[in-house]
């Protein structure tokens, strides 16, 4: 039950950390596009963790919720301070999402271990979407990155975000 309170916590934090910088990223739409639909997945993901812990006779840890928020809120407002914030913001993103596919194979076998069928299936959909996003990112950092440094070395153009 603490493992899923903490993975609550965590998309809840993602959620967060997503939903800022979908609103910095103005020159960057196929970044911004792939975070966009990722922050719907990351909802779901939320809804659906949550789902476990009340079918297991739980509720979600305010604290912890709360805490992870406040975590994303300010990686979020410490983005404008920096001025490669959408490469740090990718990288960011990227060891974000190994620490979800970590959590996710952790619930996975302690679900498998108890017999949690339900949640062991839940948790293999969301650690399947957290690959997909991971793959997606480390994949296009490369493009991100060669993006970010010709918008740097054009006068007049803005790179950051």
């Known amino acids: 039950m603490e493992w899923l309170r903490d ?14 910088l979908s609103r910095r ?36 840890s305010t ?11 300010w990686q979020g407002i410490s983005g404008a301070f920096v001025g490669d914030e959408i490469v740090k913001a990718g990288l960011a993103t990227y060891t974000f999402e190994q620490m979800e596919i970590g959590s996710y194979t952790i619930l996975i076998a302690a679900a498998a271990e108890v017999g949690d069928t339900q949640t062991r299936s839940a948790c293999e959909r969301l650690l399947d979407e957290e690959r997909t996003m991971a793959d997606w990112l480390i994949g296009n950092l490369p493009a991100l990155t060669g993006k970010y440094l010709a918008r740097e070395e054009t006068p007049g153009v803005t790179a950051k975000h």
Do not use: S, W
């Open 63 to 73: 604290l912890k919720d709360l805490t992870g928020k406040f975590v994303a809120t």
């Open 25 to 60: 990223i103005e020159n960057y739409p196929d970044f911004k596009a792939q975070v966009d639909r990722h922050l719907q997945e990351t909802r779901e993901q939320a809804r659906t963790v949550r789902a476990c812990i009340e079918r297991r006779g739980g509720d979600t």
């Open 7 to 20: 993975a609550h916590a965590m998309e809840e934090q993602a959620e967060t950390m997503l939903a800022a």
